[in-house]
RNA sequence: CGAGGCGUAGCGCAGUUUGGUAGCGCGCUUGGUUCGGGACCAAGAGGUCGUGGGUUCAAAUCCCGUCGCCUCGACCA
């Protein structure tokens, strides 16, 4: 029985978890490490997802009168350095371009870690009247920061991402966008991504570096670390006060615009892996899987077999399934393995014994279950196993996140809490320290606020609970 | 940058202690038999042992230097 070893690699899932996330993205072809280090070449089946969370992002962004545009990959120097807190916060993890031609640049040039800066600079020349706003634009683009330590889609050099960009008359709108992206990212992860996520407002320290309000969506992922897997912003004035954003008001006062910015990245390619992947491999949500469908033909040289599936699979795809047809010389065992790794949500397999019974036999990732199907029907039997699967793999997402968050009243309930990869509920009276210090004791930091406050007391200092908050390790 | 580890065929590794013909598994090529859960037989191709120097009749192996990568910390979507 000769085996790849890939398969015993990840039999320990639960020992090792980080080294199996990484040998799966790696052995199932999503991505190869770029030359430079932390920088990662994405695959032809990787970038499907990435195209599939495009196109459903892309929807929800029309809905929402948002627009798609493109700014410069290189900043001027100058411009990061007009918003303090956002240069201070981007500085230590930017790359710089210092010579261009062949001659050292008068202003060194970084290259985009956000395009806030520059994306304000164009803004402030575009908008002059109250009659300009809203500006609702996305971008998608690779930003680049250079981190200490990389992971294939959850921290790497360069990434890509969609940032969108918007500026409003007023505060209450400004913010009203900011948590209604925030709810937008919640939904796209429920109902295209099968994820469920815990949002919220972050704490000072968790934010956007230049923001006056950040939130954000976290992920459980197996090991139950958190993954932030989305945020908003709220920026209030700093950007537009840096970079001269202004319109004259009805009331003929010439006034700055209030800001938001929002973005999710390829970490969510990572996030799927992380949240729904088994010992198996991936198991891709079937909205942006690149593969839903794959028919494994058994007996291929059998009369009429490779015919048969031939047709099926026109007909699959002619109803809107993402289906493909294994027509390679391996055999079907090698097949069932390569696509369960790869994660396709259906397999579907047909070989004599089904032609004569006029059925095929389908297979579901999710739980590996076998059902029968007639082949007359198999349009709407592929198409509701496919919805079925996407609910509930989400279904079983959250009921593992539920059941993994628990609340702690002292500092040691709350290590055990996260010793046992839970996430855990705790009073906060609001201050730096007592946040630091759970990091020190702990290594669990704040991920979000809840939305209630249901503890009396400070989990550190036992003063009154300002906020209750999700604390967890996290990637 | 602090602490560990690893560089030998496309991939994963053995060989290094005790110096003596460059090995194994997978993959790849060709031909044949197979095909309902990672098939089998046969014949092949593929190597500056990370790199520079030293010791030696002889170095993947011993000594000194150097480069690169990985894991764990500090930083982060």
């Known amino acids: 029985m000769a085996k790849d070893n890939f398969v015993e690699q990840i039999a320990d899932i639960d020992t090792d978890f980080p080294q199996w996330y990484t040998d799966v993205v790696i052995k199932t072809k999503l991505v190869d490490y770029g030359p430079v280090k932390g920088t990662m070449v994405i695959r032809p089946y990787g970038y499907a997802i990435w195209e599939n969370i495009q196109r459903e992002m892309n929807d929800r962004f029309r809905a929402a009168g948002i627009e798609n545009a493109y700014f410069p990959l290189l900043i001027p120097m100058s411009f990061m350095t007009k918003e303090a807190e956002h240069v201070e916060g981007f500085a230590p993890e930017v790359a710089v371009v210092t010579h261009a031609g062949g001659e050292k640049l008068a202003e060194p040039l970084c290259i985009r870690p956000t395009s806030e800066t520059i994306i304000g600079s164009m803004y402030s020349k575009w908008i002059q009247s109250y009659r300009d706003l809203p500006v609702l634009m996305n971008q998608w683009a690779n930003v680049m920061r250079w981190e200490k330590t ?54 000072e320290k968790e934010k956007f570096a230049g923001a006056v309000a950040t939130f954000g969506m976290e992920a459980m992922m197996h090991d139950g670390k958190s993954l932030q897997a989305g945020t908003t912003h709220y920026l209030g004035q700093n950007f537009s006060k840096a970079f001269d954003i202004k319109f004259l008001d009805k009331d003929g006062a010439l006034k700055y615009g209030y800001t938001t910015s929002f973005g999710v990245s390829t970490r969510l390619i990572g996030a799927i892996i992380m949240t729904h992947g088994d010992k198996r491999g991936l198991v891709m949500p079937p909205v942006v899987a690149p593969v839903q469908a794959v028919i494994v033909p058994i007996a291929s040289k059998k009369e009429g077999v490779m015919e048969a599936c031939r047709a099926l699979k026109d007909r699959l795809a002619a109803a809107g399934v993402r289906v493909i047809l294994d027509d390679s010389e391996n055999s079907p065992g090698w097949k069932f393995n390569e696509w369960e790794m790869k994660g396709v949500p259906v397999r579907i397999e ?20 076998k059902t029968e199907c007639a082949l007359a029907d198999a349009e709407n039997t592929v198409r509701a196993l496919l919805s079925d699967i996407s609910e509930k793999m989400y279904e079983r997402a959250k009921a593992r996140m539920d059941a993994r968050i628990v609340d702690a009243e002292t500092l040691d309930e709350l290590l055990a809490g996260v010793d046992g990869g839970k996430f855990v509920r705790a009073g906060w009276c609001g201050c730096r320290e007592c946040e630091d210090k759970v990091k020190e004791f702990a290594q669990a930091t704040a991920r979000v606020l809840d939305k209630e406050n249901t503890h009396e007391k400070c989990i550190v200092c036992g003063k009154k609970a300002e906020s209750t908050v999700i604390f967890a390790r996290a990637y």
């Open 150 to 203: 990389t992971r294939p889609f959850l921290r790497t050099s360069e990434f890509l991402w969609q940032e969108g960009h918007t500026v409003h008359a007023s505060e209450e709108e400004a913010m009203e966008m900011t948590l209604r992206m925030l709810a937008v990212y919640e939904e796209f992860a429920k109902t295209c991504l099968a994820m469920p996520v815990l949002t919220g407002r972050k704490t």
């Open 350 to 369: 047909l070989g004599p014994r089904d032609l004569e019974a006029g059925k095929c036999l389908l297979f579901r990732r999710d739980t590996l279950e």
